[in-house]
């Protein structure tokens, strides 16, 4: 009897759970649902008019999809779909690095959505700046797959819920004498280890690193904050680049686009060239 | 419902396994029936029986071990002795048994052993030993045995040896060959036999065969192994079988071959006080044991290989020497021109098959066909009785126009060693019906210029992927449990929760095993529940004085453990002090006297109690045990 009650209250405890988990933000499910409908279906108007040749109207058709996804995201309805939908939205309108921007912020909350990745390398692929990303290896993509599967709410989730299960399995081998749970609860152990490590990983990789993308059709990296410093380099529209300080209206970021070298080759020094300063207004943070 | 389910379950498995067990044991039965038969088959047919002696030559007055062996049966009557004059019984008959399956074949034996002892010098025969079973009679063979005077014992004894071993007669070997004069490409059957007085223990047997260098050597078999009386002493025999093909002619000399082993002799010690005699280690570590080194050869064998004849030698002859025969097949019997047909070619009989070249086509009728190289397969079929065989030539035969109407006949040549002479079996040829090829597809053999049909399919437009509409998984991602800080303090503070639970829990168990008036206290409302369920019992059950005294001794015992007294010391009358002193409402109190008091008048008054009544009494004394549970 006791058992099961003990047993009983751990499962309300996780459907109160699971179940707070669809509690709405300031707007609800449904009213989010049906602008995000009302967006989806001028975009697909928009896309019908192009295909008639009709630009003008495309466009405008275009800008009222972008601005109702925009004024979705604007009321704290956050959601990997109405990103990826404002990416498309801006390329439409011939705003690749505000789509790319789009894009980004989609990925991290659908890791697993082969359509992001799709459209971000087909847009890359048409930037003018070459782009040398460092890629993670294959085998440790396969290896630590529940790194790259999941997003950093979903890895949290599953954290909590993996230490609620260990605690409950702690509590049972002590006050129920379950000792057929201790190979069970070294497993736990083990999973929660590991998802505390991606989860500080995923959290500082996402937090602590800033990335921002060039808005602009053309901007140029400076070797100061300010007008009055001599231009390094330009990089165009998309150009990806880590934001590493800020000071008035300046970013300090380091360029992931390729930079003709003026120096000898020793990567070190290259990778000090490929920092600059750069307005705050053409870059948006990802 | 579910614990039924399971039982129900569970007595299907054990008919099931119930089942498999009745059919397993029927199974043993059938084939132990099966088996017993078999046994009395062989006991059926017909014994043969045998006479042996250890040892040849005796001396006055010792022991000569005489064994009569029964082969064949356990259901013989004893073998009687002859009347002996110049020996005595000294021991006997000590029978020994054996059975031994063989291939699925079941031998028995029997041997009945005598001690006799010599009496006189002389040569005399014993036996032969006659003995009747299912109405027949069975003789053994004479055995001869020399007895000569005893020699006087010189009083050396080898220390090692224990004393001198006459083995010449005790182990021996032989090499022979089953015929002296053979053809080239004959086969013979070399054996090599091992003789070794039985019950001699041997081991590390080895043998080094003769040199073959002008044969073609093949292994016959197993080594076999069986028994045989020789001038009357019963040895065990090891035979080793060899085919051999020689391939030149001459006179020609198998040198001879060798053999070791060792002879176990356990040796004789003498129980000494010798300090330093270790022969009590030595025989607990099996030291004691004495090999003694034999090595024997066999003589050599001269053997006269004729060449096979040249007169008389057929055309296609390939060198097969034996006895064959062979079966010709063709498939398909109906083709289209260029289509191919297979020949089966198979020789099988007695000689050398891996040897046998392909069988010959005949010239005529083999016009009209494109031959391609037959694959060929040999298999040994027997080794037991020399090598015997089939080797399958799998020929291809293409024909190349609809007029041929046969296969060409097949002949094969071999020399019979037996008759000395050559003979030719010819098949005849095999009708086929060729008919008119269709229409020539062209075959590509090679995979030139496919690549330059293929190509890769042409990007028309590079665009981005449409939009995403699957309202199902859409949801606000930015809202997520973790971020409300009321859980967030829930997590936290969970573990802090555990640990103050498990030391109350740990304290709680400490106290109920060393605390008795804690225990008492604690368990006071489960003990009270318990007898207050085993009173409302008392009341379907019809027996009042004793309904009222359960329901008396639950509320004192209850009252007792909650207080820490003694349940004698709670009475009617200092009940009202007790729990008045420990801040019982005097309302309660009134009620637990009045309770108490109806419970004593029940159970000496002699009236009829009716049932409600007691049930009114019964739910009194729970109210009242309700209030004590709250003040207590």
Redesign the interface.
């Known amino acids: 009897m006791r058992r099961k009650k003990i047993l009983t209250f751990f499962i309300l405890f996780l459907m109160f759970?699971s179940g707070?988990?669809?509690?709405?933000?300031e707007?609800t499910?449904e009213e989010?649902?049906d602008v995000?409908?009302k967006a989806?279906e001028e975009?697909?108007a928009a896309?019908k008019e192009m295909a008639a040749k009709k630009e003008k109207e495309a466009l405008e058709k275009f800008e009222h999809a972008a601005r109702l996804y925009e004024k979705l995201l604007g009321s704290?309805?956050?959601?990997?779909?109405i990103y990826?939908?404002l990416g498309?939205?801006y390329?439409r309108q011939g705003m690749a690095g505000r789509?790319i921007l789009h894009y980004r912020r989609a990925e991290k909350?659908l890791p697993r959505n082969a359509?992001v990745k799709?459209?971000i390398d087909?847009?890359k692929?048409?930037f003018e700046d070459k782009e040398s990303m460092r890629q993670m290896p294959e085998i440790l993509k396969i290896m630590c797959f529940w790194y790259f599967f999941l997003?950093i709410?979903e890895i949290?989730?599953l954290t909590?819920y993996m230490?609620?299960a260990f605690?409950a399995s702690?509590?049972s081998i002590?006050?129920l004498r379950f000792q057929w749970l201790k190979n069970i609860s070294t497993i736990l152990a083990s999973c929660l280890f590991v998802l505390v490590i991606s989860l500080g990983l995923m959290a500082y990789n996402q937090y602590s690193i800033e990335r921002g993308v060039v808005i602009a059709d053309e901007c140029e990296i400076r070797y100061g904050p300010g007008e009055e410093y001599e231009p390094k380099f330009e990089i165009h529209e998309g150009a990806e680049v880590k934001i590493e300080e800020e000071r008035n209206k300046w970013y300090k970021v380091y360029v992931y686009v390729d930079v003709e070298s003026i120096r000898d080759n020793e990567e070190q020094k290259d990778m000090e060239f490929k920092k600059g300063w750069i307005p705050k207004a053409k870059v948006e943070k990802i | 419902m579910q614990r039924k389910k399971n039982t129900e379950q569970h007595n299907l498995a054990l008919k099931r396994i119930g089942k498999k067990m009745i059919k397993k044991f029927y199974t043993i039965i059938i084939l132990t029936f099966l088996f017993v038969n078999n046994l009395t088959a062989v006991h059926a047919d017909e014994i043969e029986l045998t006479a042996s002696v250890d040892k040849t030559t005796v001396e006055l007055g010792s022991y000569v071990r005489f064994t009569i062996g029964v082969h064949g049966a356990f259901d013989t009557d004893q073998p009687q002795l002859p009347p002996l004059e110049s020996f005595s019984l000294g021991y006997g008959p000590t029978v020994s048994t054996q059975t031994k399956i063989v291939n699925n074949v079941v031998y028995v034996y029997r041997g009945f052993s005598y001690g006799l002892i010599a009496k006189e010098k002389g040569k005399f025969t014993i036996g032969p030993i006659t003995l009747e079973y299912k109405g027949k009679t069975y003789k053994s063979n004479p055995v001869n045995v020399e007895v000569v005077e005893r020699t006087p014992f010189d009083g050396k004894i080898d220390k090692r040896k224990g004393k001198d071993i006459d083995i010449s007669k005790k182990i021996f070997v032989e090499l022979s060959t089953d015929k002296k004069e053979a053809y080239i490409y004959e086969q013979i059957i070399r054996s090599f036999k091992l003789y070794f007085q039985k019950g001699l223990p041997i081991d590390d047997l080895e043998y080094v065969p003769a040199s073959t260098k002008s044969f073609l050597v093949e292994k016959l078999g197993d080594e076999r192994r069986y028994e045989e009386v020789r001038d009357g002493i019963l040895y065990s025999v090891i035979e080793l079988r060899t085919a051999l093909f020689p391939v030149v002619s001459g006179n020609i000399e198998i040198p001879p071959a060798k053999f070791k082993c060792n002879i176990l002799i356990r040796q004789q010690y003498r129980r000494n006080w010798d300090p330093f005699d270790n022969s009590l280690f030595d025989e607990f570590l099996g030291r004691n044991e004495y090999r003694y080194p034999v090595e024997r050869s066999t003589n050599s064998l001269k053997l006269k290989i004729t060449p096979l004849p040249v007169s008389g030698k057929p055309e296609g002859f390939a060198g097969a020497v034996g006895k064959f025969t062979m079966d010709v097949y063709a498939k398909p019997t109906e083709v289209k021109v260029g289509d191919p047909i297979t020949l089966s070619i198979n020789i099988s009989g007695k000689g050398n098959i891996q040897t046998i070249g392909e069988p010959t086509l005949a010239p005529e009728g083999s016009e009209g066909f494109e031959f391609y190289p037959a694959e060929v397969n040999t298999t040994i079929t027997d080794k037991e009785e020399g090598i015997k065989g089939e080797k399958l030539f799998s020929k291809v035969i293409e024909p190349q126009h609809e007029n041929i109407k046969a296969t060409p006949a097949i002949s094969f040549s071999f020399f019979d060693p037996v008759l000395e002479k050559y003979q030719t079996i010819t098949s005849k040829p095999i009708p086929i019906m060729v008919e008119q090829s269709d229409m020539e597809i062209p075959i590509y053999l090679s995979l030139e210029g496919v690549e330059k049909t293929k190509a890769q399919a042409r990007i028309l437009t590079?665009?981005?992927?449409?939009?995403?509409?699957?309202?199902y998984?859409?949801?606000?991602?930015?809202?997520?449990?973790?971020k409300?800080p009321l859980?967030m303090a829930l997590?936290f503070f969970?573990?802090i929760l555990?640990i103050f639970s498990?030391v109350y829990?740990q304290r709680h168990r400490e106290l109920l095993q060393t605390d008795v008036s804690y225990a008492r206290k604690r368990r006071a409302p489960s003990q009270m529940k318990k007898q207050l369920s085993n009173t409302r019992q008392l009341i379907q059950h019809g027996n009042p004085p004793e309904f009222y005294a359960a329901l008396a001794k639950t509320l004192t015992d209850y009252i007792a453990n909650k207080t820490d007294l003694p349940p004698a010391s709670i009475t009617l009358e200092n009940v009202s002090d007790t729990l008045g002193n420990r801040g019982v409402s005097s309302g309660t109190v009134e009620k637990l006297k009045q309770c108490l008091e109806s419970c004593d008048h029940g159970r000496f008054s002699a009236r009829h109690h009716p049932k409600d009544q007691l049930e009114d009494t019964f739910k009194t004394a729970e109210n009242v045990i309700k209030l004590l549970e709250k003040q207590l």
């Open positions: 759970l707070s988990l669809t509690f709405a933000g707007v499910r989010a649902i995000f409908f989806n975009y697909n896309q704290n309805f956050i959601s990997g779909q990826y939908n498309n939205a390329y789509a909350l359509d799709a459209n087909l847009l692929s048409d997003n709410n949290t989730t909590i230490y609620l605690m702690i509590l002590i006050f | 590079k665009d981005i992927l449409p939009i995403m509409s699957d309202l998984s859409f949801k606000n991602q930015g809202v997520v449990i973790y409300r859980f997590i969970a573990p555990f498990c829990l």
